[in-house]
Each structure stands twice: as structure tokens, then as C-alpha cells.
């Protein structure tokens, strides 16, 4: 018997976001915005020095301000129970952002690393009592700088929260290298990037009893439930962790960094709900960053531009705790069909805080090195670079040789040079003038892979008795545009319009999702929301087959198909609310469940293709960006506008990686050279060029049940390379830094 089938209508709609009047009238609500009766509020101290040890926190004038509640220390915060191990967030385990947990001894690790909580009765108060705080330090000498790690330097074993390997090799690159008939050798630096979404990490904290809720801004509700039950040592099931809005995260809110569990210490230690938000500052020393790099690249080619060995090679600090690196090598290692391959990550421990996920966390920086190389590669050959890279096309993992679930990487080649313009292209470097500016346009390839998660997935779905349903599931909204295309996904599942459906998250109370991680969240989530709303639908035409009274009986349910919320089987039919109330049910519930097979044969991965027009003024340094092209193969997609949105979002990221976002650690002090949006630069409005977004939709009947494989991270890969290689065809020159500033182009 087949499963009986709805008529799929809403996914691939431009539905415009549900949750955008709650967010432009100012209705919806955020995490330290929440109704807390009482509340006070938490202001967190960060450390002056980045190495050496707290000797004493005078908090008298502190304590005496009017308001003030309590000043937790390294000598009064209670200790914490049990410090988890660093794992990803996508595992569904424990996931705090490093496996130091402040304020359990004087220790001092990093420059801002918090030594202490300030609590009153209004943040003003909490704030300047923080200022009255007289701390006595013992330093001693911090590492903050390349020139002092580098000797240190070791290969993890692992990498990324013990994911990813510290080494991936594939043949001898050395002999490939040695055998090549052309050789590009180039070296690359990255400056660190830090978290700025609109919203900084926050969180609302109180007590019931020995019950504990948390309003918290996160990418996953129960990642913080379980990081902050293990933390606590109480059992999960008395934390609550509510997450409605998110007001962006991109990797800042992936990890559960100290504040949630700091908040609701806080709230116990004064008797009264408690909200902590960090500050804009705070938020370039308390959730991580991307770290700063150094990557090397040699490419071994054939005359005919085929590759025969790449070596990519990475150092990188990371902080006194933890073996973390953004894993910059990974795609390098399967974006080309190339048969010798040696990957390196080395570390040396640095006064840092541990690194985190940022936005296509390795993938942005990894194939910045390899598709500048590529480019290079390509002007040495006399080969376009497009052409290039069709001669390297893989078609199934080189390191695995299994075959990709879906690739679409020609078609976005092809379909993205078409729509930019890439064939007029004159290939000579410099050549094309208007007035001071000189013009040039570059591309690159993109990848970022597809990482279900390990664990079953699960939504609910109910359908009341007027004909409408709710469709729940844990994840929050963080501005990806999930609970618009959740709602889709439900409708098409149960065979009902869209306006009659309602998607609800953000709630540990909800059933169980992981933390939306590594673009995982449209491919798990919609597969665990099409699996409730099928169960259900199944279950409603189970009941009308079997049921006397239903035009429907006795019908096989594979006949049965459901649209607008009635089921059909040629002419006989009943709407899900009139067999409800014909039945008196006043509602019908199913759960489902989605877990993917972690032993499919196939390599997954996402891939697009980047392309960059730019104006250089080489008498100034400056570069425009002025238009960009990105096509992507993300699988099916369920709303092209809210897809659109992502991938056009990670391309100008990806112009603000390129071009403006830098942060340095002072040598000496540890603390970083830029903590606020003044001289943090990011991309805004007036840098964004006109954007094209081509979307390639491949069928992927392996990676979940609708084929999603996600937008979020991809369209900021490759767009940065895409423009350093604009800036070498407008110039001539090539700048293997980034961002690529006015200094490096004079
Ligand atoms: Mo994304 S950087 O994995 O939250």
C-alpha cells in the first residue's frame, strides 16, 4: 500500500516572512524583553589583563550603591557541577563554547574573560556599580601574537569540538608537487572576524521552585537546556529554555558560551528573575570569533590545467583549553578531482578565548586561499578560470569516491557566468579603464558540506476540529526565515493551504531539534515537520476509510488525496473538520520523527559558483565592489524569497570579509584592536552592490526527505575570493590578505 498524497502547493512559494510585522512593529518580543516581574539586571566584568591570576575584587564601594544586589567573584559564585566537553552544538549533546567555565578559580586566560557579575536593580545601576569594581591583578607574560606561537605550534589530533581530524591526506602530495609540470605556491593571512549580529547574545533568567526557565537569544533551545543542566547539575527536565525571536546569530548563539548559566546563578543568588545582556563590546570577548589565520597553498598541475596535488596548510591560535580551528581545509579537500592531497591544521595556544563558529566557519576562509590559487593558477595557464575548473570537475568525493547525493556545480558555473556576463571578459589584468578606476571581474567555486545531524529529529502536528492545525518544533526563530518555511512544509505535509497553518518553536517544551547549525536547520527541521503532517495526514484518512459514517469508507487510503484540507477519493469526499466534529474529536495529534541514514554511500555537499565586477582606484587604494552574481544548488528550495535572502546576505558578508571586517590582538595586552561597530567594520547598506542570486534547484533524494540541503552558509563561500580575484584582473596585482585594505593596494 502506498501512503496516501496530499497535492504539494505551498513549498517553493514566495511567501513573504510571517515574523516580519511582528518584527518591524516592535511586537515581537526578545530574550531580555520578555515580562520578568521584578527583574534586575545582570552586568558582566571582564578581565584588563589577558594572563596571570585575579588577587582581589574590592566590591565595597560596589556594594554600597543604592539598588545593588550582589557581586558574584571567583570567591562567591557558587561552583559550577560539571564542566561538559566541547562538542558541536549539532550533536544535540552539552555544547558550551569552551570547556573553561569562568570564575571557578583566579585564573585569568584571556583580555575580557569574565571575573565577575554585578547585579541591581536596574541595568544603569548594575553598570556603574560593575565601574566601582577595584581589581587587583598578578600578570604575567600573554601570547598573543603569531611571531610568539609559531615555534609552538602542534597538529591536533582533532579539531572543531573533536569532530574533524587535525590532518587529511589523500596519495603523496609531495610527489604530485614534485611531478607537477606547473606549480602555484601562495600564502595567505586573515585578520579575525567577530560575531555582530543585530542582537547580542542574551538571556532572561528565573526560578520556580528548583525549576529553572531561561529566555534565551540561541540557535538552539535545547542545546542551552542541556549545556546549562550539566553546567547546573540539575536534571534537564526542570530547565526550561524559551527562544521565540533571535535577532541573528550566525554562529555567535551556535555554541553556549557562560552568560545563560551566569544568569541564572545570578537569578539564584538574588531571589528574582534576572536579565543579562551582553554588551556590544562584550560581544567580541564572550562568544568567540573566527580566529586569525595563516594559510599556506601549493596546486601541482598538468599543461592542461589538470591538478595532480594540493597541499593547503593552516596555523592558527587557539585558546589555553581547547584544540579548536575552523575547519578552512575541508572543502579544499573535495572541491576538485585531484588525486594527491595534504591537509594540515596547526594550532599553538594563545591568551584567547576559545574560537567559534562564524558564518560558513572555514569554508569562507579555506576556499579564499584555494580560489585565489585556482585564479592564479588559471592566468598561468592562459586558461579561463571558469574553464579551469570544469577540467577539475569532481563528480564524486576524491576522498571518499563516493558519488555526491546531487552536485548541480556545472550548472551553477554555467548558469551563473551567463547571467553575470562572463564570456565578454577580456582575460588581460589591468586593461579596462573608466576615469581614475580601474575595472576588473574575477569568480570563484563554492562548496560548503551537508552535515545531517546524528540525532532523530522530532515536530508535532495538531489539527483542531475549525480546520486549522499547529505544527511545533523546538527550533528557534533566528531570522533565517524557518518559521515561514516551516509553515509551508506543514501545509504541503497535511494537504492544507498555508493561512490555516500556524508553525510554533522556540520552546524546550516543544518537541526535540537540534541546535540549527552548519545550514542543517531548513533539511532537519522540514524533514521532522514533514513527518508529523504526514503521520497526521495518514492517521485522519486512516480514520475516515475506516469509519461507516464517512463518504470515504472503505476507500484504499492510497486513493485518497488531500487538498485545502479535504481528503478526496474520486468523487466522494470529507474535510478534515467535518470528520473531527462528525466524529467529536475536538482535535487529532501525531508526532514524527526523522533521523538520517548515517550509512548512505554518498558524499554531500553543497555548491555554488561566485562572480565579482569591481572599480579599483590604485592611486587611493580603493576598491568598489559593483555588482555580484552567486549561483547556488542548495537542493529543493522551500521559499526563494526567504532562500534569496540567506544567500544574498552571505554574499555580502562575504564583500565585508573581503573588503572591511579585521580585528588584531594588541601584542602584549590581549585585547583586541577594535570592540565596537565604530571601528569594527561591516558591510552595510551603502557597500552593497547589485546582487544577483541564481538559484539551481537539484533533485537530492539522499541528504532528507525534501531533498533540502540549505542555504545559510554557502553564499558567503568563495564571494570574497571572487573579489580578490576581480582585484588582480582590474590591477594586476594580487593581495593574498584579507580583508584587502587601502595599505595592501598601494
Ligand atoms: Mo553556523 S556558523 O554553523 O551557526
Same mark, same amino acid.
Given at each position: 500500500m502506498t501512503a496516501p498524497t496530499s497535492t504539494a502547493t505551498a513549498v517553493g512559494q514566495d511567501l513573504a516572512r510571517l515574523d516580519g510585522r511582528p518584527k518591524v512593529t516592535g511586537s515581537a518580543r526578545y530574550s531580555t524583553e520578555v515580562p520578568a516581574p521584578g527583574a534586575a539586571h545582570a552586568c558582566l566584568v571582564g578581565s584588563r589583563i589577558a594572563a596571570g591570576r585575579v588577587l582581589a575584587v574590592d566590591a565595597e564601594a560596589a556594594r554600597a550603591e543604592e539598588g545593588v544586589l550582589a557581586v558574584l567573584t571567583h570567591e562567591n559564585l557558587p561552583g559550577i557541577a560539571e564542566q561538559p566537553p566541547l562538542v558541536p552544538s549539532l550533536a544535540g549533546t552539552a555544547a558550551p563554547g569552551q570547556t573553561f567555565f569562568p570564575m571557578q578559580d583566579d585564573t585569568v586566560h584571556y583580555a575580557g574573560q569574565h571575573i565577575a557579575v554585578v547585579v541591581a536593580d536596574t541595568w544603569e545601576r548594575a553598570r556603574h556599580a560593575a565601574h566601582l569594581l577595584r581589581i587587583s591583578y598578578e600578570e604575567t607574560p600573554a601570547t598573543t601574537t603569531f611571531e610568539q606561537g609559531r615555534d609552538q605550534a602542534y597538529v591536533p589530533e582533532r579539531i572543531f569540538g573533536g569532530w574533524l581530524p587535525g590532518r587529511i591526506s589523500r596519495g603523496d602530495a609531495d610527489a604530485g608537487l614534485a611531478g607537477a609540470e606547473l606549480r602555484v605556491d601562495a600564502a595567505f593571512t586573515f585578520a579575525a572576524n567577530h560575531h555582530n549580529p543585530l542582537e547580542p547574545s542574551c538571556t532572561t533568567a528565573w526560578w520556580e521552585g528548583d525549576e529553572l526557565v531561561l529566555h534565551d537569544a540561541t540557535q538552539g533551545v535545547n542545546a542551552t537546556q542541556i549545556t546549562v543542566a550539566r553546567l547546573l547539575g540539575i536534571p534537564r527536565s526542570r530547565i526550561r529554555v524559551i527562544g521565540h525571536y533571535v535577532g541573528g546569530s550566525f554562529g555567535s548563539k551556535a555554541m553556549i558560551h557562560d552568560h545563560p548559566a551566569l544568569a541564572a546563578l545570578a537569578a539564584r543568588a538574588v531571589g528574582r528573575p534576572v536579565r543579562l545582556a551582553l554588551t556590544r563590546e562584550q560581544m567580541f570577548t564572550s562568544v568567540g570569533h573566527r580566529e586569525e589565520q595563516e594559510q599556506q597553498i601549493s596546486l601541482g598541475a598538468t =599543461?592542461?590545467? =589538470?591538478?595532480t596535488a594540493i597541499r593547503h596548510h593552516k596555523l592558527s591560535p587557539t585558546s589555553h583549553f581547547d584544540d579548536w580551528a575552523e575547519p578552512s581545509i575541508g572543502v579544499s579537500a573535495q572541491l576538485y578531482a585531484c588525486p594527491h592531497f595534504d591537509g594540515v591544521y596547526r594550532l599553538f595556544r594563545a591568551n584567547t578565548m576559545t574560537p567559534t563558529f562564524m558564518r560558513a566557519p572555514g569554508e569562507a576562509s579555506g576556499l579564499f586561499a584555494l580560489e585565489c590559487a585556482m585564479d592564479e593558477l588559471a592566468h598561468e595557464l592562459g586558461l579561463d578560470p571558469v574553464e579551469l575548473r570544469l577540467r577539475n570537475y569532481a563528480d564524486a568525493s576524491p576522498m571518499t569516491g563516493q558519488p555526491w547525493s546531487s552536485s548541480g556545480l556545472r550548472e551553477c558555473y554555467r548558469r551563473g557566468a551567463a547571467r553575470f556576463g562572463w564570456q565578454d571578459r577580456d582575460p588581460r589584468p589591468g586593461v579596462r579603464r573608466e576615469g581614475d578606476w580601474l575595472i576588473g571581474t574575477g569568480m570563484a567555486a563554492a562548496g560548503y558540506p551537508v552535515a545531517p545531524p546524528p540525532t532523530p529529529q522530532r515536530a508535532r502536528a495538531r489539527l483542531y476540529d475549525d480546520g486549522t492545525a499547529v505544527v511545533q518544533a523546538a527550533t528557534p526563530e533566528f531570522g533565517t526565515g524557518v518559521v515561514t518555511a516551516m509553515t509551508q512544509v506543514a501545509a504541503d505535509a497535511l494537504g492544507m493551504p498555508v493561512g490555516r497553518c500556524r508553525f510554533e518553536g522556540g520552546d524546550t517544551a516543544l518537541p526535540d531539534i537540534a541546535a540549527a547549525v552548519g545550514s542543517s536547520g531548513a533539511g532537519m527541521i522540514s524533514a521532522a515537520v514533514h513527518s508529523a503532517g504526514t503521520a497526521l495526514r495518514e492517521q485522519l484518512v486512516a480514520l475516515a476509510v475506516a469509519d461507516r459514517g464517512s463518504p470515504l469508507y472503505g476507500r484504499d487510503p492510497a486513493e485518497v488525496a488531500v487538498r485545502d484540507g479535504v481528503m478526496r477519493a474520486g468523487s466522494a469526499a470529507e474535510s478534515y473538520a467535518g470528520l473531527l466534529r462528525r466524529t467529536a474529536r475536538p482535535d487529532a495529534e501525531a508526532t514524527g520523527s526523522w533521523q538520517p541514514d548515517s550509512g548512505a554511500p554518498y558524499a554531500m555537499m553543497t555548491f555554488g559558483a561566485q562572480f565579482a565586477e569591481v572599480a579599483v582606484d590604485p592611486e587611493l587604494g580603493l576598491v568598489r565592489v559593483r555588482r555580484m552574481t552567486g549561483a547556488f544548488a542548495p537542493g529543493r528550495v522551500i521559499n526563494p524569497r526567504t532562500a534569496r535572502g540567506q544567500l544574498m546576505s552571505g554574499m555580502l558578508w562575504g564583500l565585508g570579509q573581503a573588503l572591511l571586517e579585521s580585528n588584531r590582538m594588541r601584542p602584549g595586552t590581549g585585547r583586541w584592536t577594535h570592540a565596537s561597530l565604530g571601528s569594527y567594520l561591516v558591510a552595510v547598506n551603502a557597500d552593497a552592490p547589485e546582487v544577483e542570486v541564481e538559484l539551481v534547484e537539484v533533485e537530492d533524494t539522499v541528504v532528507n526527505p525534501l531533498g533540502v540541503k540549505g542555504v545559510g552558509e554557502i553564499g558567503q563561500v568563495g564571494a570574497a575570493a571572487a573579489i580578490a580575484n576581480a582585484v588582480h584582473h582590474a590591477t594586476g596585482r594580487r593581495v593574498r590578505q584579507l580583508p584587502i585594505t587601502v595599505e595592501a593596494l598601494l
Open positions: =599543461r592542461e590545467g =589538470r591538478l
